[in-house]
């Protein structure tokens, strides 16, 4: 116990480093370690020494605090050498070169390393954890590849609030340089959901060198562990991973093994892997809906073929059941079995339907578009309805519109997304009508242009490329051509900066597009009353990009819908790359007000301090060749 207090508490010192000795001081692990610690130091006065050292951290106040941090460091780094025992190689060998990696440093200011720091281990200042962390992993100047952030990501991927976050965004951004610490905290056969969580972020950064350890993974680990194992083996190596997918989808005995199983065979070219996704599509809810998004995405020669031939006649005229008449016993379960299997029967004609729809052929559209028209059950006439509006299918548009508005959200999503991908020139002629104001004032109607505006500013927006060249942001190549040569769109979003509830989505389109003929509209929004802080950001991204005297005294507007350290730390990281010198007396002139009519905290004042005094450095006058 005491081992692993003590171990315990050598990986906390390291976070409460970078964290600082105020949060050290009042963290519950700290309590925590000297409360085990105390009872047994009687027996071991090294134990002694720590619990006496964590009752004076406890106590200090101010700077003390700081000096009593690195004594319990420094005693801490005496204990640590006085357990360790030297580890030799097994065997004598050649030096070789490290592998190339990304350049990491510390590229994080201050202010910057202290938001994050809280967001990671959850400060009692942190706000909007997940977002921080996120925001800062997919910064263009990559900021999060900090080295001071190491130690603390493994305590993080163990808080359930941030967890995924981490493994998404946060350690790939990290790259390799945490891969050694990952692979020290990886179990395995204890299979906990941190050891997951470590284990799928290895295959994220390692790609296809992990492939040996997800085989190892996948023969040792426990359910959780085997499932995660496939999953990431799938991905990343599909052929690799098609004999082991083919035998767990059918005879794991973990439910969520065989789905994980199921989904990992999504790019097996073979025909018994796709024997096995129909036989699996023909099974449970779970195994029919993992089934159906790998079959959906099979590249197999026949797939289309298999699935047409799945639409039979039989299920083409199911009609509605008819309850018959029971008196005995034997009568009723009887028809309660048949009215069961008819129930099951729709239910797998609506997921072929959307099976049909997603495959993208002509001949399985077709017979969608049979079954929206012409079968007798509403379930699968809806079902049917809805998959022809997610490909924007344009056979039956007009009849298809009255369905759009109460459609599910998904639908919604999918819909928009369809009419994009069908034609991506053409995409404004088709959805523009749902900016008209009747459109708007259908039930929902505000809804469903939110989504158009959200996904059209998508495509303005600039990510890194994928491994096959394709763009980051999930958009085609044409797409992002289409769209962006088309200023209408950005005309739609300025007409649509009047609307309070579409505002957002519209800043979104200008602040990606940085269309310069907007600047004025951006201006005026500057201007308006009772702006949200979202909002606010939007256009400080968007004026951060236009050069304009005018934009000085805009950006001191914008300030005042915003709150908190981290709206103000991303406001200040704008004005410090705008970088012009006569933004520093206005800002230094509005921070002395603000300070006057409500105390900013500590937090809340350091990105403007820092931002001053960059703006406020000496410039010396750039050197020219006569």
Not at 128 to 154: E, T
Not at 254 to 281: M, T, Y
Request: with cysteine; glycine share 6%; net charge neutral.
């Amino acid at each position: 116990m005491a081992k692993d207090t003590l171990k315990q508490l050598d990986r906390d010192v390291d976070r409460w480093l970078f964290a600082g000795a105020q949060i050290a001081r009042t963290d519950p692990n700290l309590a925590g370690a000297r409360d085990t610690l105390a009872p047994l130091a009687a027996r071991a006065p090294a134990l002694g020494k720590v619990v006496e050292q964590i009752d004076k951290l406890q106590t200090a106040t101010g700077k003390a605090a700081a000096s009593e941090l690195l004594a319990l460091a420094s005693l801490m780094a005496q204990v640590r050498g006085a357990q360790a025992t030297p580890a030799l190689p097994e065997s004598n060998g050649e030096l070789t070169p490290l592998p190339p990696t990304r350049k990491i440093g510390t590229p994080l200011t201050p202010t910057e390393l202290n938001t994050l720091v809280g967001a990671l281990t959850n400060a009692p200042d942190a706000r909007q954890r997940s977002r921080v962390i996120r925001d800062y992993a997919m910064s263009d100047r990559g900021a999060a590849r900090d080295l001071r952030l190491l130690p603390l990501v493994i305590p993080a991927l163990a808080d359930g609030a941030i967890a995924e976050v981490v493994v998404q965004y946060l350690v790939p951004a990290l790259g390799e340089a945490i891969v050694p610490s990952l692979q020290r905290h990886l179990d395995l056969e204890k299979g906990r959901a941190l050891d997951v969580r470590v284990l799928r972020a290895i295959a994220r950064i390692e790609g296809a060198k992990a492939t040996d350890l997800l085989r190892e993974a996948v023969e040792k680990g426990v359910p959780d562990i085997r499932a995660a194992a496939i999953a990431e083996l799938g991905r990343i190596d599909p052929l690799a991973a098609e004999p082991i997918a083919i035998v767990l989808a059918e005879k794991d005995r973990s439910k969520d093994v065989r789905v994980a199983a199921v989904h990992a065979l999504a790019g097996a070219p073979s025909d018994e892997a796709l024997d096995v996704l129909l036989r699996a599509f023909g099974g449970t809810a779970e195994l029919r809906s993992a089934a159906e998004s790998s079959l959906a995405a099979s590249k197999h020669p026949r797939a289309d073929e298999r699935i047409v031939a799945l639409f039979s006649p039989e299920l083409r005229d199911l009609g509605h059941f008819r309850i018959k008449k029971a008196t005995t016993k034997e009568e009723k379960d009887a028809a309660a079995k048949e009215q069961k299997a008819h129930t099951n029967q729709i239910e797998y004609l609506v997921d072929l339907v959307d099976l049909l729809t997603a495959r993208g052929t002509d001949e399985g559209a077709n017979l969608v578009l049979e079954a929206f028209r012409r079968h007798k059950v509403k379930d699968v006439r809806d079902a049917a309805a809805r998959a022809l509006l997610r490909i924007g299918f344009p056979g039956a548009w007009e009849e298809l519109m009255p369905s759009l508005y109460d459609a599910p959200d998904a639908t919604k999503e999918d819909f928009v997304r369809g009419v994009i991908a069908l034609d991506p020139a053409k995409a404004h002629e088709r959805l523009a009508r749902f900016f008209e104001p009747g459109a708007l004032a259908q039930k929902n109607g505000t809804d469903l242009a939110t989504r158009i505006l959200a996904r059209i500013g998508n495509h303005f927006v600039e990510y890194e490329e994928n491994e096959d060249g394709t763009p980051g942001n999930g958009e085609s190549p044409e797409a992002i051509r289409a769209i962006r040569n088309d200023e209408r769109w950005v005309d739609l979003a300025v007409a649509m900066l009047g609307n309070t509830n579409l505002r957002t989505p519209a800043l979104m389109v200008l602040a990606n597009a940085n269309a310069p003929k907007t600047l004025g509209d951006a201006l005026s929004v500057s201007r308006q009353e009772g702006l949200s802080s979202e909002d606010a950001l939007l256009v400080f991204v968007y004026l951060g990009k236009q050069r304009d005297p005018r934009i000085l005294h805009a950006f001191l507007r914008l300030l005042e819908p915003l709150r908190g350290g981290y709206e103000y730390g991303r406001a200040c990281n704008i004005m410090t790359a705008y970088d012009d010198p006569a933004l520093a007396p206005m800002l230094r002139s509005w921070l002395d007000a603000k300070q006057k009519r409500k105390r900013l905290s500590r937090a809340e004042a350091a990105p403007f301090e820092e931002c001053l005094r960059f703006l406020e450095r000496a410039r010396t006058a750039a050197s020219t060749d006569d």
